[in-house]
């Protein structure tokens, strides 16, 4: 029992360098000098960030990414909010199948999602040609994470509190703007985190469903790498990673605490 301590602790930071090594490596590739991908780095420079920056192809797809998480999200927030309310307050014995049916893209492989999607947008005569087929396969898997994290709010909630409100004369819509928009804003604003993060960094969504044109980011940097091996690549990871990194931090210090 005396060893059980010391080894747990040594087991923790064993699991914390196998999830962190990569992101390190990658940071660290990012600054080579050298003008090839390699690690150990061949010396430290930031002339591939500044590459990057007047590279169009990779900020045009960073905007690209950047625009359609977004969009992913609203409708998300949306939709999930709507499904999280019914599931916790009207759902009877049917509670069950809404939640597996919500959370199933998040259960099911993401190319099985991307494949269903793919079969059924050329089935009804869409295809891939419109931007429709890759934004729906976005909603998808940004759905569940918003629809956890509101579900989470509401069931910490007392729903008397809204009951009070409509007794007293409040409507259906000004009861749920004043009393349960505000109690459930930190779970709705965590999701909504999340959900732009799944969005921003899926691959086989957009793998699968782009269409011709413009390419999101990860599928940008996939194809750069196909032909071309430069430290370029690591630097616009180490931004990506940089910017999730930025909204999870301000996440928890915003909201973490108080949900």
């Known amino acids: 029992m005396r060893l059980a301590t010391p080894l ?3 087991f923790r930071v064993l ?4 999830l962190l090594a990569p992101i390190v490596v990658v940071v660290l590739a990012s600054l080579n000098a ?3 991908l390699t690690f150990p780095p061949q010396g430290l420079s930031l002339r591939w960030f500044w590459t990057f920056l007047d590279n169009d192809v990779f900020i045009d797809a960073i905007l690209y990414s950047a625009i359609l998480a977004v969009c992913a999200t609203a409708v998300s927030l949306v939709l999930g909010t709507m499904a999280s309310l019914y599931f916790v307050r009207h759902a009877g014995p049917e509670a069950e199948v809404v939640r597996i049916g919500v959370l199933l893209p998040l259960i099911l492989p993401e190319i099985l999602t991307a494949i269903a999607l793919l079969f059924f947008f050329y089935e009804i005569g869409i295809g891939t040609r419109h931007k429709i087929a890759l934004f729906t396969g976005h909603v998808l898997m940004t759905l569940p994470f918003i629809f956890l994290n509101v579900n989470t709010s509401l069931q910490a909630r007392d729903n008397s509190v809204e009951l009070a409100a409509r007794t007293l004369g409040a409507s259906r819509y000004t009861a749920f703007r004043r009393i349960t928009l505000p109690l459930i804003a930190p779970g709705l604003s965590t999701g909504a985190v999340f959900a732009f993060i799944i969005s921003f960094d899926t691959f086989g ?3 699968i469903l782009k269409g011709t044109g413009s390419a999101p980011l990860p599928i940008q940097l996939f194809d750069y790498l196909r032909f071309n ?3 370029e690549a690591a630097a616009v990871s180490t931004v ?3 910017l999730t990194l930025v ?3 301000t996440a928890d210090l ?3 605490r108080r949900d």
Do not use: D, K
Request: charged residues 0%; hydrophobic residues 65%.
């Open 15 to 18: 699991v914390y360098v196998f």
């Open 205 to 207: 969504i957009s793998f």
């Open 254 to 256: 915003l909201f973490g």
């Open 229 to 231: 091996f430069t430290p």
């Open 247 to 249: 909204l999870v931090v």
């Open 240 to 242: 990506s990673i940089l």
């Open 8 to 10: 747990l602790g040594l």
């Open 34 to 36: 050298g003008n090839f």
